[in-house]
């Protein structure tokens, strides 16, 4: 005979399964973990020239607004016609959700593979890979959600109203595509991808930098941001890669502290990447 249901009174607490159990008790373990990382490393943390990098950003773009945007206003409809359809072909690159799509597919794939391989080297990189896809994520997550918020609260009309307003034109919280130029947010999103590829493979730093700045070039040549636009996103979404980078080296995640406090990534120098040990190559 079956015992029948019993339904919990209203204003009475049920105590927890044993899933939710251990479902908390991994949650502690895992924080407890990160703490116990944080602390392990703690004397590595140095203070960095987050004043000096400020400083030397808002003195970017500064110059790029007083003397490169009113001259790019009068110009920008004088471009080459070829130049301006590679550009409007290529500048989609910068935006959130091609990025994120790209980041998210990494990281599921990841999490799906990395429980089915069978070899442990091959599971260590697939979570490396992993890793490095979330961190990308949230740099650009960050950058996009600040760079919106200064484009709404900022105004500022884009070049394609420069003949009647000039560079001078704001309408704080007008909420209008042709009043959200500054910063330019393609550059932001921009900027967090490529600084942070540049942190995660230094290597390749300079062509990283230089890529990323073509990109945010392609919004000035297609006519929607002015110079000084793109060079404060390019620094927004730049100081959100490396602040984000910072956090994850104080706690050991992708990146390590060096002795002066900068992020570097943890596997340079390891040989995760090789099959063989005939065909071992260091990173």
Same mark, same amino acid.
């Given at each position: ?127 490396? *890979?992993?890793?490095? &896809? ?5 740099? $650009?997550?960050?950058? @996009?959600? %600040?760079?919106?918020? #200064?484009? +709404? ?59 990323? *700045?073509?990109?945010? &070039? ?5 006519? $929607?941001?002015?110079? @000084?636009? %793109?060079?404060?996103? #390019?620094? +927004? ?47």
């Amino acid at each position: 005979m079956t015992q029948p249901r019993l339904l919990p009174i209203s204003g009475m607490t049920l105590p927890p399964t044993g899933a939710t159990i251990l479902h908390r008790s991994a949650h502690r373990r895992f924080f407890a973990r990160l703490a116990t990382r944080y602390q392990t490393r703690i004397q590595h943390h140095r203070r960095l020239a987050w004043f000096g990098y400020t400083l030397s950003a808002l003195n970017v773009v500064a110059i790029a607004f007083f003397v490169f945007d009113a001259a790019l206003g009068r110009t920008a409809k004088d471009l080459p016609g070829r130049l301006v359809t590679i550009a409007g072909d290529i500048t989609d690159i910068g935006k959130l959700t091609a990025i994120l799509t790209v980041t998210v597919t990494v990281i599921a794939v990841g999490l799906l593979l990395g429980r089915r391989l069978s070899n442990v080297r091959r599971r260590y990189r697939m979570a490396i *890979l992993t890793q490095m &896809a979330v961190y990308l994520s949230l740099s $650009v997550v960050a950058a @996009s959600v %600040v760079v919106h918020i #200064l484009k +709404l609260a900022i105004g500022r009309a884009r070049p394609l109203l420069y003949d009647s307003t000039g560079i001078f034109s704001f309408d704080p919280f007008n909420g209008g595509f042709l009043h959200e130029s500054f910063p330019s947010g393609h550059s932001a999103h921009v900027g967090a991808v490529f600084v942070a590829l540049a942190l995660l493979f230094p290597r390749f730093r300079l062509l990283f930098v230089g890529l990323g *700045l073509w990109l945010g &070039a392609t919004r000035i040549i297609i006519g $929607v941001h002015y110079p @000084s636009d %793109v060079m404060a996103g #390019l620094a +927004l979404g730049a100081w959100f890669a490396f602040a984000t980078a910072v956090v994850f080296a104080r706690y050991g995640v992708i990146f390590v502290l060096s002795p002066e406090g900068w992020p570097r990534p943890r596997f340079i120098g390891m040989t995760i990447f090789h099959r063989s040990p005939g065909n071992v190559k260091k990173l």
